[in-house]
């Protein structure tokens, strides 16, 4: 009959774990205990994803690992990998939780010849770091107006065009020094190292520049070695280091005062503060020019008041003074006059029409008028008006007009009278 095992399901180490919290414990020791670091090894089943992510394994003859390099970091990279090729990548190492499965994450990738090159570098600026040449207690505060500056750089290379172009945008008004080298190659370093030790002896350099375009590692290499970076390093004169582009760094950079990411962005640091002073010039330009016309203004406006009064206390002034009171009294007069004799002229013609409303001719002429009214409405009513309208007059025997028929008797003489005679008649 079998044994029956028993296991404590309780408390301890022997807790029992989902596969995980067991994988992320694995997980979690893996990244926090190995750092990031070079691996060298030969690229062999490589994937480029749609999404721009890159999938291969770095093997050699003891073992293989897995690599992935993200859509970002495999976008920077200046090296086309291929199955086969001898490469050295830079990265971490990482658990991809699902598959249970770890991998390194690269961010890095060189040729092994070039990671030869790396490896050196990285292990020249160990040393040069744990000596004290790179600490920056060392450096030197750049001048902020530098008068004359040397730049040691190759006199054909688009580094030095581009880094005048820009002072002379910049209407920098200081002077510069093209000192030729070579920038790379056989020599370089030490020629440049000479030239550098040069241009401190004669002391005539406010500032120093050394720099070149942008390379590869190998044409980088002359800034990186040992010769120059200290005779950087322990040159008394400020050095600027302007070599590549901005995501290339040599040991020069470090053993500089300043390292600037471009010789263009060095000419920029170089006339910043030239440029920050021709600004503050202009400004304290206009402002004197805007006081000045102000006190200008007010000492001219001063000048005219003070001219004016002396004008009016001088005895030419004072005549002149006199002559326009005079001319004012003169016209105040001439309207009070002018007033009076208005008023004057206005109560005559009021008088003369008053007189002329009560002359006696006025009323004969009223009277007459209202008589030949009178005369008019007397025609009117006269007999020989009357006639006139077809009308006639019976008069008797003795002249009297007769007014009724009844005191008329039978063969009686009657008078006739018409307008225009009269006529006997007899009454029948």
């Not at 992935?68 to 990482?94: K, N, P």
């Not at 920029?268 to 440029?275: A, D, P, R």
């Not at 002559?323 to 007033?339: H, I, Q």
């Amino acid at each position: 009959m079998k044994r029956t095992r028993e296991i404590n399901l309780e408390g301890g180490d022997d807790r029992v774990a989902t596969v995980g919290e067991f994988t992320r414990r694995i997980k979690a020791l893996l990244e926090t205990g190995i750092r990031p670091c070079w691996v060298r090894g030969e690229v062999s089943n490589l994937r480029q994803q749609a999404s721009g992510h890159v999938y291969f394994s770095l093997k050699d003859s003891e073992a293989q690992l897995s690599a992935v390099m993200f859509r970002g970091d495999a976008s920077r990279q200046s090296l086309r990998l291929r199955d086969g090729q001898q490469v050295l990548v830079y990265g971490e190492i990482s658990v991809y939780e699902v598959r249970g499965q770890y991998q390194l994450i690269v961010r890095a990738v060189v040729e092994d010849g070039v990671g030869r090159l790396q490896q050196a570098f990285e292990a020249l600026k160990q040393r040069l770091t744990v000596e004290g040449l790179f600490d920056p207690a060392n450096k030197q505060a750049l001048p902020t107006m530098p008068a004359t500056v040397a730049f040691i750089t190759s006199p054909t290379g688009a580094a030095v065009q581009d880094f005048l172009r820009i002072l002379i945008r910049r209407e920098w008004r200081g002077r510069v020094v093209v000192i030729p080298v070579k920038v790379q190659g056989e020599g370089a370093a030490e020629e440049i190292a000479a030239m550098l030790q040069l241009a401190e002896a004669q002391g005539s350099y406010d500032l120093i520049v050394i720099g070149r375009g942008g390379g590869s590692l190998e044409d980088l290499w002359a800034f990186n070695e040992e010769p120059l970076v200290r005779a950087v390093a322990a040159c008394r004169v400020p050095i600027i280091s302007a070599v590549g582009h901005e995501i290339d760094f040599t040991l020069t950079d470090f053993a500089a005062d300043v390292r600037a990411e471009t010789p263009s962005a060095a000419a920029e640091l170089i006339s910043s503060h030239f440029v920050a002073a021709l600004d503050r010039m202009e400004l304290a330009g206009e402002g004197l020019n805007r006081h000045m016309d102000d006190r200008l203004e007010t000492a001219r406006a001063r000048v005219d008041h003070a001219a004016s009064r002396l004008r009016l206390l001088s005895p030419g002034g004072q005549i002149e003074q006199g002559f326009l009171r005079l001319d004012d009294y003169a016209n105040r007069l001439t309207a009070v006059l002018r007033a009076g004799l208005q008023d004057r002229r206005h109560q005559l013609a009021a008088g003369r029409a008053e007189l002329l409303r009560l002359s006696p001719e006025l009323r004969v002429q009223s009277e007459s008028q209202r008589l030949l009214a009178l005369w008019k409405r007397l025609q009117s009513v006269s007999p020989t008006s009357v006639l006139q309208r077809g009308f006639i007059i019976m008069k008797d025997s003795t002249g009297l007009p007769i007014t009724r028929a009844a005191g008329v008797l039978s063969g009686a003489d009657l008078d006739v009278e018409f307008y225009d005679g009269h006529r006997r008649v007899k009454a029948e």
